[in-house]
């Protein structure tokens, strides 16, 4: 079972910066936080993780609260190629192998 | 630089055949894992495997699934007897560590099985 809570759906113009939340209050400590993305019926493409600390890359910003018990991804500068449906995703080695996908949020960026 | 394969991209079976799909995990990979995506749905684990073992089944059904990832070759998924709740896209996703590892998971484009 997914062990996150998305909002559903968000909407976001484009040119502005897209924050989707995530909820994972029972985050144990060895555990990473992942973000994917799934645009329409694609492959689910990685975005970024991490553990402790914000992360940064060309994609995105991932921001870990200090209790770790939530997290935001941000998109900058959200394009209309960024809609999808994004995961959060929580995973460690107490976990097992297998990275549990839950419904996600469909992020549409609008013109 | 070759991702994920995998093939057919698009499949269609009658009920009662067989379904075979096949994964090419990216090179230097040794872990192949399985979800399926039914329609309007999220992804859901099946199976996890390494060359020659599986880790990993605890998503796959009890009956007419099966999964292999040969020392040589691509890794199957086969599904006997299909039904028309078999119709879904499956998707390939290969990493290059497994359990207990912090690497992420690549995914292929995945393999959309109809059921007539």
């Known amino acids: 079972d997914a062990k996150t809570t998305q909002p559903t759906s968000m909407d976001c113009a484009e040119g502005r910066a897209a924050n989707l939340p995530c909820n994972h209050s029972?985050?144990?400590?060895?555990?990473?936080v992942y973000w994917y993305r799934q645009i329409h019926s694609q492959g689910p493409q990685y975005i970024i993780h991490g553990l402790k600390n914000n992360e940064t890359n060309e994609m995105a910003s991932l921001i870990i609260t200090e209790d770790r018990k939530s997290s935001t991804l941000i998109l900058p500068h959200a394009t209309l190629r960024d809609t999808a449906v994004y995961y959060c995703?929580?995973?460690?080695?107490?976990?097992?192998?297998?990275?549990?996908f839950g419904t996600g949020t469909s992020l549409t960026v609008i013109p | 630089n070759a991702g994920v394969m995998q093939n057919p991209r698009h499949l269609v079976r009658r009920r009662g055949q067989e379904a075979r799909l096949r994964c090419s995990p990216m090179k230097g990979h040794s872990h192949v894992y399985w979800y399926r995506q039914l329609p309007e749905e999220g992804l859901k684990f099946m199976v996890y495997?390494?060359?020659?073992?599986?880790?990993?089944e605890s998503g796959m059904p009890k009956e007419r699934f099966s999964a292999e990832f040969p020392k040589e070759g691509p890794s199957i998924l086969r599904i006997q007897q299909v039904v028309r709740g078999d119709s879904a896209a499956y998707f390939c996703?290969?990493?290059?560590?497994?359990?207990?590892?912090?690497?992420?998971?690549?995914f292929g484009e995945g393999s959309r099985l109809t059921v007539l």
């Open positions: 495997l390494q060359k020659e073992n599986i880790i990993d």
């Open positions: 996703a290969s990493s290059p560590t497994g359990q207990g590892g912090t690497g992420e998971l690549f």
């Open positions: 995703i929580v995973r460690g080695s107490n976990t097992g192998n297998q990275f549990y």
């Open positions: 029972t985050i144990s400590g060895n555990e990473y």
